[in-house]
């Protein structure tokens, strides 16, 4: 059985970083295509960042793009998500996703991802 596991959430000032991780086990780690999502109170879950499956491919939302970087270790079973120049408008739950699709022609989503972790709250006070 599949488990993500995130960790590396926290509450930071606007302006700041956080370092999000997800530790995968129970599955061929390098089968996933790798994603981001959050989900903020009253707000519908959205996608933030996605990476291939030897991670040298990468996609990202508008909004955090220029401040978010993706990466993943494929020998260690973990994805990250660093994040930048930290806004109020980023205090979400983020969730860490396991899929096997990477659309050409279509932007990702959360239909595409099958496997979730638990979430990771991050909390920006300005």
């Known amino acids: 059985q599949v488990r993500l596991v995130e960790s590396g959430g926290g509450s930071v000032q606007a302006e700041g970083s956080l370092r999000l991780s997800c530790e995968v086990s129970?599955?061929?780690?390098?089968?996933?295509?790798m994603g981001w999502f959050r989900q903020a109170p009253g707000k519908e879950r959205e996608f933030v960042a996605a990476a291939s499956w030897s991670g040298e491919a990468t996609r990202y939302a508008d909004t955090v793009k220029g401040r978010f970087t993706m990466s993943r270790d494929n020998a260690k079973n973990l994805a990250f998500l660093q994040m930048n120049s930290l806004k109020s408008a980023d205090s979400a739950v983020y969730y860490c996703?396991?899929?096997?699709?990477?659309?050409?022609?279509?932007?990702?989503?959360?239909?595409?991802?099958?496997?979730w972790g638990q979430g990771t709250q991050v909390i920006i006070s300005s």
């Open positions: 996703a396991a899929g096997s699709i990477w659309p050409m022609e279509r932007p990702l989503d959360s239909a595409d991802f099958r496997e």
């Open positions: 129970g599955g061929p780690f390098m089968s996933y295509v």
